[in-house]
């Protein structure tokens, strides 16, 4: 059965934030414990459950924070990692923004939330609409807009140039301040995906998928419904029928509870009664498949020259339409045992590049690269004793980068309409972004 | 103003200075004062002393106040259990107060003050609080009432909250339904018979109901709840299958695992050729794809879950192989595991995208993950033989590298590929035998060593080589000393004229200069073998060696039954059943899955006393990577966990095959002079396959005795501190060898001779047969089949030139001699006859298989008639299989022919069982008691070569018996478990 005994939030220091007992089964000394656990973990131990006598460790990290759970039970694992994830994003929500400063103003407010969400350690509930009859302290917000929050509000938690420009300070601000203070109407729907692909080093595409989601943030207390139209021509499913070429495919989605999908079959348009704060609405996957060929192809070569140093010349295509470009391009090509040094051409002076030898890989970064063009780089790297083994430990390439405006699967938002009509300036915004998961080219 | 500054005091008299404010008769002033209570609280600073003025502040309308007054009132007032009393007319005031929240806010918060004092003025609120109007508060009192039964379990019973409590199961509020369910849940733990959650067709279609309707997490607790239920047959399973299969598309992955609990528990019900059957199987394979698109912590868990499933149903994935590959930037954690799950589902159709994968991951960094991603290559080479010489090809190129640990890694694993393919790669040998300096670490140097004394004979400098590692000898790791005294006998008994000094120089070196008693003795053996008898030697030494088995690493399968039952759970994550790290109090149930399609009855037997037996019982001890072999002979040294006295033939046997073993080994090291105890050898000729059959992993550690000391391991496994493998041998050794005698004697001890035959029954009345009645019965008798008849004449004439004939069937039987009845028969005249039968007559398949059709003649007429033999009399007396070969059997055979049997209402212990089977020559090879539970593992060959084995599992005080049975042939399993049913029952 599922029952956390006791919760706690710690600051990156270890420092008591919030401690709650449910069930009574374990001392608050725990806590210390937890933290020289966590502490201690080095990196290739698995950091999902950690046990101390009959007492389990799930924990998170979110917003800086240690998020963690105890329990004595076989409870899921599972069920306490997405509980805590819930849990943060209330926090978040509530408390505006979420750091150790928001956690500790609005303690009595999260001590309010704890009451609500878990009791006696079962799971009540985390949707804040329900929470909403409930809580009565008000939150209190850090601080108006600042850059350092922005960091926060990042996709998936990752910075990213995208989250850097967010439109308003309002991401940032206490879903219930718009209860009262009339504060501006907004809405955010990030279409957000992550690609991992891997090509042989023939050049063959050998795997490509897609993670994607719809988030939606709202700040609309009067909207009651939202009605979301994605492409017309969307197909779900694996069939091996493939009309004509235009539609956008996606092998499985799955949607929020609060989703109605009475439309989605005919129209593809999602209907839903968003809870304010932000929830995931639609996470769906496109498996061994892409609809346009992969963003980058790379055209190695790699040698030993006279002199006996490594060669590598290096030829990196974005295949991105024209209009379209990938920002904080970054490739990781690792090489062999004993590099020394590293001495490289590059084609423009925005680039540059560097050898890490705690990684054993040259990193070649560009910050912007626009599709349909080709650069091109030389490395030479020092390696003592090089051997003709030794080049078989070059590579494979990784590749990192952002798509701006760009979704790898074609999928988007084709119209928001709010219902009822909101009163006053009503804003919408919609930002598509595609994530390297990971883009590995084998040499 | 912000709330930060509650953490700032730190002053002296700050308390002081809180009791002023608490008591001031501003509410604003209050409400700050209390929160700088809880803030102190919060940080760890004792503020109890605060109590009676916090309290005071309890009556008061504004929520906000109140809840931070309850929230410090939970926390203190175990510490102050008379100053809690102080509270109780407020709560009791609460409880009764027009808002909701308010009343739901009282009935959590007495729950939570774990004072017993209090529990007795908690009863009335919360029985009124049970039936309150708003489901809030009634789904906040359900919880109470599991809180309540926690500090006082007498009381939550004897004032029948608990038949409320099953009551709100059919609540109209989802929410309320959740909660009692957690809570009926929580409270049967602690009574694992009061059959609390009564699950029927009728509450499980409510909680179906219910499912659809409430949050997230009150799906979770309802399925949860739903796998704990056995449906009552197939149908009934597909239905709740139909019903769950929808919430596999979840957003919350906790619910997508809970639902594949349910689904996987259930499939087991359904008959494999059923069309949903595929469809399900189909259907889980897109969620469980999903789950590893999440954070990598997730993903872990997600696939040590899928590593579960795989064991399990390896169908489900067998097409998703891609979606395992490695990523580059995939935590370690989370890139060994999927290596793991890669290796098992290779198979011949992937087995290329595979290998090129793990080629490219052999070249990567992370040390610890090349290394196993070069050991999974050897795997593959075992496991599908078509790729063996392409793993072999790929391994060379990797040794090219020159990469140290890749080229050690590499060695060992082609070590094993030698043991699996022999004389088949030596090609590589002398690739091999050039990396010789590099190799540093013991396993790759034993690996190296024993590929040379292995191989010896084509290897021109074997000698020179060996004699290379023989210098440092005693700066070598154990393992290497004693590989290295193996191989050297080794290349002596090859080519003995040129390596007698090198010899003698190491049996020198291992008896006389090692204080290592493993060494020494392994030295000594040889050394009396070789003086003794070279020709037995050799015979010994060089045996042949059996191949190695694939799958290894596999989870034992009573283990990996119940780990399904646990999936989502702790218990999947660490692959260890909850009774190994849950608090024994409660909980402590182990779940099996339930029986296949057919077996119709419950099978989850709701058993009485053992269930209590089982919860009092110490934790099981399970081996984490469960080596069954290990597990086996482990427990069977320890006396069994059940109550009574064990009985006596058993233990005298066990006993007796020690003292035997542990006597000639005392004489064997008792005195140096004596000859050594060749007999034990010349006795046991099979005994060193027996040993080497042992399914050890690839990665197989030449410490254990068993690789290449041939024979002797049985002796060498008694010296000394034994490694856990070969602790098997004093055991497996008596199995097939010279001990065999005193163990069928030992078994024989009070056990009904000869195989169960039934009664007679009328195959032919007499009015079929125009007077001629034949009743009859099977047996097997001293090794021979015979057909038993009785012959009556109800006809008014003499009958006379009896005959008979069978028609084809399914095991070939066929009459061995004319059927003998020499004088005619009278009227009203009956005759015994005894027909012996054969097994060589011409076969086929019958339905039932058991089915026998019979023509009779005389000289009236020709009668037909059929009847149906227990398949138990075509049991040989042979069909004792070898432990070693019983394992690696039985993890062959894919779960698919599993079949699993109940036998209800045998009142026999499990050695009164074992001895009855052991009659009808079913014959039980090892025994465990895990929690009050003996499990057989039996065997039994069918006179046409079949092999069935069982796992026959036996409950203290539990009347019905549970036998699984795996074949190779599934469709015997039903007669065979026919043949169970008749012998134990008669």
């Known amino acids: 059965m599922m029952r956390i005994s006791q919760l706690f939030i710690l600051s990156s220091k270890g420092d008591h934030l919030i401690y709650k007992d449910y069930r009574g089964e374990a001392g608050s000394d725990v806590v210390n414990v937890f933290y020289e656990k966590v502490t201690a973990l080095t990196g290739d131990q698995p950091p999902v459950v950690m046990s101390h006598r009959d007492l389990h460790f799930v924990h998170v990290r979110q917003g800086g924070l240690y998020w963690v759970a105890t329990t004595t039970e076989d409870s899921s694992p599972f069920a306490i990692i997405e509980f805590l994830n819930r849990l943060s994003a209330l926090v978040r929500d509530y408390c505006g923004s979420l750091s150790e400063k928001a956690v500790q103003m609005n303690f009595a407010l999260i001590y309010e939330l704890l009451d609500e969400v878990l009791d006696y350690g079962y799971i009540q509930t985390t949707s804040s609409d329900v929470l909403k009859n409930f809580i009565q302290t008000e939150a209190v917000s850090s601080r108006p807009f600042s850059l350092f929050d922005l960091s926060n509000v990042g996709l998936f938690g990752a910075e990213t140039q995208q989250s850097k420009v967010a439109p308003s300070s309002a991401a940032t601000r206490p879903i219930q301040s718009s209860r009262d203070q009339g504060g501006k109407s907004e809405i955010f729907v990030d279409v957000i995906e992550r690609m991992s692909v891997v090509i042989g080093s023939n050049g063959v595409l050998l795997k490509a998928d897609v993670e994607g989601e719809i988030r939606v943030k709202c700040y609309m207390p009067s909207c009651s419904e939202v009605r979301m139209g994605l492409n017309e021509e969307l197909s779900v499913g694996r069939s091996q029928l493939r009309g004509y070429g235009a539609a956008v495919r996606l092998h499985e989605c799955s949607f929020h509870q609060a989703v109605q999908l009475d439309d989605f079959h005919s129209h593809r348009i999602l209907r839903l009664c968003p809870s304010q704060g932000e929830q995931t609405v639609m996470q769906y996957q496109l498996s061994d498949d892409l609809p346009s060929a992969p963003p980058f192809r790379l055209f190695p070569t790699i040698e030993r020259d006279s002199a006996g140093r490594l060669l590598m010349y290096m030829k990196l295509r974005c295949d991105l339409p024209p209009k379209s470009a990938a920002v904080s391009v970054s490739a990781s090509i690792p090489v062999p045992r004993g590099s020394v040094s590293l001495s490289q051409e590059l084609s423009s002076p925005d680039q540059n590049a560097e050898l890490i030898l705690q990684n054993r890989a040259v990193v070649w970064r560009i910050p912007r690269f626009s599709g349909g063009t080709q650069l091109s780089a030389l490395f030479k790297v020092e390696v003592p004793g090089l051997s003709s083994a030794s080049l078989l430990e070059v590579g494979p390439v990784g590749l990192s980068f952002e798509l701006p405006k760009l979704t790898a699967t074609g999928l988007q938002v084709r119209f928001l309409r709010l219902s009822p009509v909101q009163p006053g300036p009503a804003q919408r915004w919609v930002r598509y972004v595609t994530h390297s998961d990971s883009y590995i080219i084998r040499v | ?986």
Request: glycine share 6%; charged share 20%.
């Open chain 2, 1 to 986: 103003m912000t709330d930060s500054k509650y953490f700032t005091t730190t002053k002296k008299g700050e308390i002081f200075e809180l009791k002023a404010e608490l008591n001031s008769d501003k509410k604003e002033k209050k409400k700050e004062a209390v929160k700088k209570v809880i803030a102190s609280m919060t940080v760890g600073k004792d503020v109890s002393a605060l109590f009676p003025d916090v309290v005071n502040c309890m009556q008061t309308d504004n929520l906000e106040l109140k809840k931070l007054v309850y929230l410090y009132l939970m926390n203190y007032a175990k510490s102050q259990p008379d100053m809690a009393i102080m509270a109780v007319n407020t709560f009791v005031k609460d409880c009764e107060d027009p808002n909701p929240l308010i009343r739901a806010l009282a009935v959590r918060t007495m729950g939570c003050i774990r004072v017993d004092k209090i529990t007795e003025y908690l009863c009335e609120p919360l029985r009124k609080c049970l039936k309150d109007e708003d489901p809030y508060v009634r789904k906040t009192a359900a919880v109470c009432v599991a809180k309540l039964h926690d500090i006082n379990a007498q009381l939550v019973e004897d004032q029948g909250f608990l038949d409320t409590l099953k009551d709100l199961i059919s609540d109209s509020n989802p929410m309320v339904v959740a909660n009692a369910v957690a809570a009926l849940s929580e409270i049967a733990e602690s009574h694992p018979n009061s059959n609390l959650l009564d699950l029927n067709p009728q509450t499980i279609n409510k909680l179906l109901t219910a499912l659809n309707e409430c949050t997230e997490w009150g799906q979770i607790f309802i399925l949860d709840c739903l796998a704990n239920y056995t449906p009552r047959d197939d149908r009934e399973s597909q239905s709740i299958c139909e019903r769950v299969t929808p919430r596999l598309s979840h957003a919350n992955s906790a619910v997508v695992l809970s639902a594949v609990k349910v689904l996987m528990k259930f499939m087991e019900m359904l008959p494999k050729d059923l069309d949903y059957y595929g469809t399900l199987l189909k259907k889980l394979a897109p969620p469980l794809v999903t789950l590893l698109s999440a954070e990598p912590e997730l993903q872990y868990v997600a696939l040590r879950n899928i590593n579960l499933i795989v064991q399990r149903r390896p169908e489900i994935l067998k097409h998703e192989m891609k979606v395992f590959f490695v990523k580059y930037n995939d935590p370690i954690y989370v890139k060994l595991e999927k290596l793991d799950i890669m290796i098992r589902l290779a198979s011949q159709a992937n087995i290329a995208q595979v290998l090129a994968e793990l080629k490219e991951y052999a070249t990567e960094v992370d040390v610890d993950f090349v290394r196993k991603a070069v050991r999974a290559i050897g795997r593959c080479a075992i496991k599908v033989e078509q790729s063996a010489e392409r793993c072999v090809s790929t391994l060379l190129d990797l040794i090219q590298t020159k990469v140290n640990y890749v080229v050690q890694e590499a060695i060992v694993v082609i070590k094993d590929i030698f043991r699996k393919y022999p004389n088949k790669y030596e090609s590589v040998i002398a690739t091999l035998c050039e990396n010789l300096d590099s190799l540093d670490e013991p396993e790759a140097r034993a690996a190296m060593i024993w590929i040379v004394g292995e191989y010896a004979e084509r290897i021109d400098n074997a000698d020179e080589l060996l004699e290379s590692f023989l210098e440092g000898f005693h700066d070598e790791s154990t393992q290497v000393q004693l590989q290295l005294l193996t191989a050297i006998v080794k290349l002596f008994l090859k080519k003995p004229t040129e390596t007698q000094e090198l010899v003698q120089q190491v049996l020198s070196l291992a008896t006389q200069d090692s204080d290592n008693p493993d060494l020494r003795d392994r030295g000594y053996i040889y050394w009396r073998l070789l003086s003794t008898d070279p020709v037995a030697a050799k015979e010994v030494v060089l045996a042949e060696k059996p191949l190695i088995s694939e799958e290894t690493d596999l989870i034992e399968p009573t283990l990996l039954e119940e780990l399904i039952c646990h999936i989502g759970t702790l218990a999947s994550v660490y692959h260890k059943p909850p009774s190994a790290f849950v608090e024994g109090s409660r909980g402590v149930q182990h779940k099996r899955l339930p029986g296949s399609a057919g077996s119709g009855e419950s099978v989850e037997s709701p058993d009485t006393g053992s269930a209590a037996g089982a919860s009092d019982a110490p934790p099981a001890v399970i081996p984490s990577q469960g080596d069954l072999l290990g597990d086996l002979l482990n427990l069977d040294l320890t006396p069994p966990a059940t109550t009574g006295p064990p009985p006596p033939a058993t233990s005298g046997l066990q006993l007796g095959a020690m003292d035997l073993l542990g006597g000639g080994l005392d004489s064997l090291m008792g005195d140096e002079s004596e000859p050594p105890p060749i007999p034990l050898r010349t006795d046991t000729p099979q005994s060193p396959q027996v040993l080497h059959q042992s399914p050890s992993p690839p990665d197989y550690s030449p410490t254990e005795l068993g690789g290449d000391l041939g024979g002797s391991s049985a002796m060498g496994a008694g010296f000394g501190a034994p490694p856990p493998a070969a602790a098997a041998a004093p055991f497996s050794a008596p199995v097939s060898g010279g001990l065999d005698d005193l163990f069928d004697l030992g078994g024989g001890v009070g056990m009904p001779m000869g195989a169960y035959s039934p009664p007679k029954t009328v195959w032919l009345p007499a009015m079929k047969g125009k007077g001629l009645e034949i009743s009859g019965t099977f047996a097997r008798r001293a090794g021979v089949i015979q057909m038993e008849m009785t012959l009556t004449n109800k006809a008014m004439s003499v009958m006379t030139d009896f005959a008979i004939q069978f028609n084809r069937n399914s095991f070939g039987l066929a009459p061995a001699g004319p059927l003998q009845v020499l004088t005619p028969l009278s009227p009203n005249q009956s005759i015994e006859v005894a027909l012996p039968l054969s097994t060589v007559g011409p076969v086929m398949k019958m339905d039932p298989l058991n089915n026998l059709q019979v023509a009779v003649k005389n000289n009236i007429d020709v009668f037909y008639f059929s009847c149906q033999y227990p398949i138990s009399m075509l049991f040989v007396e042979d069909g004792k299989m070898e432990r070693q070969v019983f394992l690696a059997t039985w993890k062959d055979i894919p779960n698919d022919s599993e079949a699993q049997f109940q036998i209800a209402d045998c009142r026999l212990s499990s050695d009164a069982a074992s001895n009855k089977l052991q009659g009808s020559n079913i014959f039980t090879i090892a025994k465990r008691t895990v929690d009050g539970q003996d499990m057989l593992y039996q065997s039994t060959k069918l006179s046409n070569g079949i092999w069935v084995l069982a796992e026959l599992r036996v409950q203290t005080g539990n009347p019905n018996f549970t036998v699984c049975l795996k074949c190779r042939a599934p469709e015997v399993a039903q007669c065979v478990f026919q043949s169970y049913e008749a012998v134990l029952k008669n």
